[in-house]
């Protein structure tokens, strides 16, 4: 996939998850996707200074909307604002990482537990027809492919729920856990692993086996943060040369 369109899809989930009620001008929610999907591309790493000034120049404007784009990014744990220092790239600590998931699979349980009993038979079908094209792009080894069929699965999982205070909320951890998600998809053996994983969710949807449907949402998400652990114990270049 071009980068290109990688970038645009990650501006897309941003403008989303920004335009939730706030009343930001567009020139400021604009800045804000944009130095965000760079963030989510690994083109920006943990860490890297964001100059209000350069940014400001970049985007031919005063520093005051760049300010208050990387302020919307800091809200939702992309970028870092240290007092009296320069912003910069949030470097989440393990574990941080590890609330942020433990959350999320909590959160994907209920999803689960909802979608067993309101999801209609289309909706089912369909989460079964995504699963099939993220195999066909694992085995071509299409690994942009599957990442975007992995965040698509989990949108339309969400959506099948029917519960919008849930999606909502789930909203809130989406783009902090954007950037993890695509590191533990890199490795190949999880990615088998996952296909697997979702394969038996849509059965247990099938299946109106809501229960089941929850305990094996969590254990994937679960099984995801200890690759990810292992990942962020590993040296720095290692990991950054993933994303």
């Given at each position: ?50 100059n ?53 699979a ?9 979608a ?15 699963v ?17 069929g ?16 849930l999606?909502?909320?789930?909203d ?19 990615v ?13 949807l ?34 950054r040369?993933?994303?």
């Amino acid at each position: 996939m071009p980068a290109a369109a990688n970038l645009e899809r990650f501006q897309a989930i941003i403008r989303r998850v920004l335009s939730k009620g706030d009343e930001e001008s567009s020139l400021v929610v604009d800045i804000a996707c944009t130095i965000g999907a760079e963030i989510l591309d690994g083109r920006r790493v943990p860490g890297d200074d964001l100059n209000s000034v350069e940014l400001a120049r970049r985007f031919r404007t005063s520093r005051t909307p760049t300010r208050e784009a990387l302020a919307l990014l800091e809200k939702e744990g992309l970028v870092e604002i240290p007092p009296r220092r320069r912003p910069r790239v949030a470097d989440h600590s393990l574990e941080e990482v590890s609330e942020i998931y433990r959350v999320r699979a909590a959160m994907l349980a209920l999803v689960a537990e909802e979608a067993g009993q309101r999801a209609t038979e289309e909706e089912i079908a369909e989460l079964r027809d995504i699963v099939t094209r993220m195999e066909e792009a694992a085995e071509a080894g299409d690994r942009d492919g599957y990442y975007w069929g992995n965040v698509r699965f989990h949108e339309r999982f969400a959506e099948a729920s029917h519960n919008r205070t849930l999606q909502r909320a789930l909203d809130s951890l989406v783009l902090r856990s954007l950037r993890f998600r695509r590191l533990t998809l890199a490795n190949p053996h999880r990615v088998a692993r996952s296909i697997a994983d979702h394969s038996r969710l849509v059965t247990a949807l099938e299946d109106r086996d809501a229960r089941l449907a929850a305990a094996l949402v969590t254990a994937n998400v679960l099984g995801a943060l200890r690759e990810l652990s292992s990942m962020l114990e590993a040296p720095a270049p290692v990991i950054r040369a993933a994303g």
